[in-house]
């Protein structure tokens, strides 16, 4: 597909609108310059982004009446799905971008079927935090031919403040899967250490605010450490286990595909599960520390 055949962008449909495609649909609509049909099972998010002139809308008119989709879905098997009722009303032309997390594989599959009936397709999962989406910073990692990457990149950046084109479809998914792996395995050794200080006498609320003024500080130190892990505050409709576990899975998935053994991944793995039995399934996976630092009885 070259660029001469991508449809202009006059019209773009949003597809799921969770704690992160809620504003990015908002940015969308309120600096996209072009009208924006949205669609999601709840009629909240709906009813709260009509204020910023989106209109709510159904799967099948959507496909019919957008140059661009977005989807921002919960996993691979939810972006299968709705790709599959697309799908029948999809034209040449135009071009489908999930923003979501999905499996390598399913993704590059999903590009060349849709190539096949002459759709343009990209994955740009995102990163960053719920309140980055809201200020509309998100880092967007895009799989894409150069083309539509050109093409798709003045839309990505009224989202975010990082769009990079990381390779061809799937490199996107490739990219994000392992941003999440070490991310994971970081708020892992960061409860290790909170448990280790604390049973050494010196409290989480010293010991990270310390470690981030050296060799130690991070990202993750500095949000999940600082912001949830420290006052133990584990809410619910943020990142969970269940969803730390399905992102994790990718990246296994890959490294079984490549013959790589990951002890590290798998350990993570191993203690999101437990977390996941001991009841914080729905709760932001760094509640991983009550398995690595429970309570005392």
């Not at 979501?100 to 190539?115: D, E, N, W």
């Not at 509309?136 to 990505?156: K, N, Q, R, T, Y």
Request: one cysteine or more.
């Amino acid at each position: 597909m070259t660029i001469t055949s991508l449809r202009p962008i006059g019209t773009i449909g949003f597809i799921g609108l969770g704690v992160m495609g809620e504003p990015m649909c908002g940015h969308l609509a309120r600096r996209g310059g072009v009208p924006v049909l949205a669609h999601d099972r709840r009629p909240e998010p709906l009813g709260r982004l009509a204020e910023a002139g989106v209109t709510a809308s159904d799967p099948g008119t959507i496909a019919r009446r957008c140059d661009l989709i977005l989807l921002s879905l919960p996993d691979g098997a939810a972006v299968d799905s709705v790709l599959t009722q697309l799908e029948p009303e999809l034209r040449p032309g135009q071009c489908v971008i999930d923003t979501s997390t999905s499996p390598v594989a399913m993704t590059r599959a999903i590009g060349a079927r849709l190539a096949g009936r002459g759709v343009a397709f990209a994955d740009a999962p995102i990163a960053r935090t719920r309140e980055a989406a809201a200020r509309g910073e998100l880092s967007i990692m895009v799989g894409a031919d150069p083309a539509v990457f050109a093409h798709i990149e003045p839309v990505l950046r009224t989202m975010g403040t990082d769009v990079t084109h990381c390779g061809p479809v799937g490199s996107g998914q490739v990219v994000k899967i392992l941003n999440n792996m070490l991310l994971f395995q970081n708020v892992a050794a960061l409860a290790e250490a909170i448990a280790i200080g604390r049973r050494n006498g010196v409290a989480p609320e010293v010991l990270l605010p310390t470690v981030a003024k050296g060799s130690g500080d991070s990202f993750a130190l500095r949000n999940h450490g600082m912001k949830a892990m420290v006052p133990k505050e584990f809410p619910l409709r943020a990142f969970s286990t269940r969803y730390a576990m399905k992102d994790l899975s990718y990246a296994l998935e890959m490294a079984q595909a490549a013959g790589l053994a990951v002890p590290g991944a798998e350990l993570t793995m191993a203690r999101l599960r437990e977390s996941e039995r001991q009841g914080h399934g729905d709760e932001y996976f760094p509640a991983m520390l009550r398995v690595i630092d429970p309570e005392p009885s």
